[in-house]
């Protein structure tokens, strides 16, 4: 069965079950922070969507499939972006600042970025094919 799958349609696969991972931490941390800010929705809402896309086109792709996919990869590169940005102006607004320490207990700076990159791997399968 592998064997007559692409690069692409297994790298896809594989960014939908990185997405459901990834929105299983997601959903966690947003919940232990009480979603204090609307935009802590937007991972938790968006990566079953991402996941559940991703899964489908790798196991029945079909051309709307492909460009929902990829709108969707998009829309998880931009949500990364913006989850970076609030969360390293969430380190810096604890006291003390930037320091090593509140990079250490405040949000997760790398975690957005993980969001956002999966979104790229998701585009870079994408335009592969």
């Not at 069965?1 to 959903?27: C, E, H, K, P, Y």
């Amino acid at each position: 069965m592998w064997n007559a799958w692409s690069l692409d349609r297994i790298v896809i696969l594989f960014v939908g079950i990185a997405f459901l991972a990834i929105g299983v931490q997601v959903t966690l941390s947003h919940y232990r922070q009480n979603f204090h800010h609307k935009a802590m929705w937007g991972p938790v809402v968006s990566s079953p969507f991402f996941c559940a896309v991703s899964v489908w086109l790798a196991i029945n792709p079909s051309a709307w499939l492909f460009t929902t996919f990829m709108i969707l990869m998009y829309i998880g590169v931009l949500e990364g972006l913006v989850g970076f940005y609030y969360h390293f102006h969430g380190v810096g607004v604890r006291v003390g600042g930037w320091t090593s320490r509140n990079f250490l207990v405040g949000p997760p700076v790398v975690l957005p970025l993980l969001f956002a990159a999966m979104g790229v791997l998701g585009l870079f399968a994408y335009y592969w094919r």
